[in-house]
Each structure stands twice: as C-alpha cells, then as structure tokens.
C-alpha cells in the first residue's frame, strides 16, 4: 500500500475524477492546470503508484464520503472567554453534522433560507479517521489518524438560543455544505506535531481569527480517547477539532456572513479552503 503527502482529489481534463499525490503544498493557482502523479485506489483500502500524471482541472472535496462528521466545540480558551466566559466541562463538548454537510475546498456554498439571518464561520484544524476506531487509548490514539485537512464548521447561530433549541448546536451546523474541508488530506508524516500549527480565518481578506492548534484545550489523542471510548468510530469520519476566537457571533456588533461573502481559512503545513457565500 503506497502511502501520500498530499493526496489530492480532482477531476482531469478527460473528465475523469481521479486521486493524486503532491510532494509539497501548491496553492490553488499553481494546482489547476498543473500535471499530478494519479494514484489508483481509495484513501480507506490503500493506493497503487502509476506511471501516469493527470493533468488537474477541478479541485474537489478530498474524500468522496464521509459516515460522521465529529466536532469538539469550545476547545480554545479564547473562544471560551469570548463567549462570555463559557465555563469549560471536564470533558470535550461534542456535537455532529452529517455527511452530506461535506463541501468540496473551493466550493460556492449555497445557503438554505433558514440559514441566512445569523450565518457564521468557524475555521478549523480537522482529521480524518483512516480506519474504524473503539476504545482507544492516548498512547494509541494518532495511529488512527489517515491525514489532516483543513475545515470551516458554518453555523446558523439563529438556531442556538434556549427558546429556540434548547442551546443545542447539532441542527444549526448540519445544512448541507456546511462542512468545506480541503483541499488536501496530509500525511501525519508531513504535518508532525499537529498541535503546532497557525490558523487563520478571513472574511473578505479582513482577518478574522488567528491562533495556534498549541492552544487546543483538548490534545487530538485526547479527543479521540473521548470520541471511541465505548464506541465505534467508522473509517472516513471527519473529526473537526474547534475554533478558535474571533467568530462573527461574538463580534460587538456581530457580523454575520453574506451574500457573496468569500471565507479563507488557512492551517499551516495543511492548506488553505476558498468558499463563496451564495444565498
């Protein structure tokens, strides 16, 4: 089974959707049009090298489907502070979308009419489950991690409140696309420590959040401790680990998105998404 450093998902120019390997990160400029070494094969069951290259035409969502996305929430302390210092559990707020929320990384997002009045964003170091994981331990936990990819967890903050949904975040966050996530899925090798890395998130190229994956209030071992204990995590699951401060929610005013609005976010060693707001 040959493994990846950027495996990237795309349709070629013979109209094909194929899956390819990068030796280095390549911007979204620089990819399209580019020729790319095709790999044969799924990011679950393995792939083959070819002799072949394949020439990029259009970047897609990296994985094909999902089961599950699994996201922690409030897992930055600034997040927490900013949301009127929201006391932190002693164990990782978990909510979910499901897989149809998945969106390609440089997808225009069409938005429901029900999303549109308090619509945010949340930019996010995500993973992905490469094999189906139960009771794992800290020790074990990165063994179970295929790759890192970058992520934007949108949100109709509109149905948050109490009187609305009894404060629960699941419904608001599970539109369909509100998961972009892209446009890579990188090797553990290349990334390293993933608790190292700058993100950050603009809104119309005005910087909105910028913080460091050290700061996380739960380790990615530690979340997947919590996710499997008891459990089954199916291969393919897409684990978004929080965001940090700077949401629109908590803005003063808040700021919402828009029509047209063009989110960036951006993780070190792992890529930068490019999604349009489209109501």
Aim: hydrophobic share 35%; proline share 6%.
């Amino acid at each position: 089974m040959v493994m990846f450093d950027y495996l990237v998902r795309f349709v070629d120019t013979q109209g094909g959707v194929v899956y390819g390997n990068l030796p280095r990160l390549t911007s979204l400029d620089d990819l399209v049009g580019s020729k790319v070494a095709l790999l044969t094969g799924d990011p679950l069951k393995g792939f083959q090298k070819t002799d072949q290259t394949r020439t990029v035409k259009e970047v897609l969502c990296p994985l094909d489907s999902t089961p599950i996305f699994q996201c922690i929430g409030v897992n930055y302390p600034l997040h927490a502070r900013e949301g009127n210092d929201f006391k932190v559990p002693s164990q990782p707020i978990v909510f979910t979308k499901p897989g149809d929320s998945k969106a390609g990384p440089f997808d225009d997002v069409y938005c429901h009419p029900d999303a549109r009045p308090e619509l945010d964003y949340e930019g996010e170091l995500c993973f992905v489950f490469g094999k189906d994981c139960k009771d794992a331990t800290e020790e074990t936990a990165l063994d179970y991690v295929l790759g890192y990819t970058t992520g934007n967890d949108l949100s109709a903050r509109n149905y948050v409140p109490q009187e609305i949904s009894g404060f629960q975040m699941s419904y608001g966050k599970s539109f369909d696309a509100f998961a972009p996530i892209g446009p890579y899925i990188v090797s553990s090798a290349i990334v390293g420590d993933p608790h190292k890395l700058d993100l950050v998130t603009k809104v119309n190229g005005e910087v909105r959040q910028k913080d460091n994956t050290s700061s996380m209030i739960w380790s990615i071992p530690q979340i997947i401790v919590h996710l499997s204990r008891g459990r089954t995590v199916r291969a393919g699951t897409v684990c978004m680990t929080g965001t940090p401060s700077g949401v629109g929610w908590f803005m003063r005013p808040s700021c919402f998105l828009k029509d047209g609005d063009i989110v960036e976010v951006s993780v070190e060693k792992v890529g930068t998404i490019r999604n349009k707001i489209v109501f």
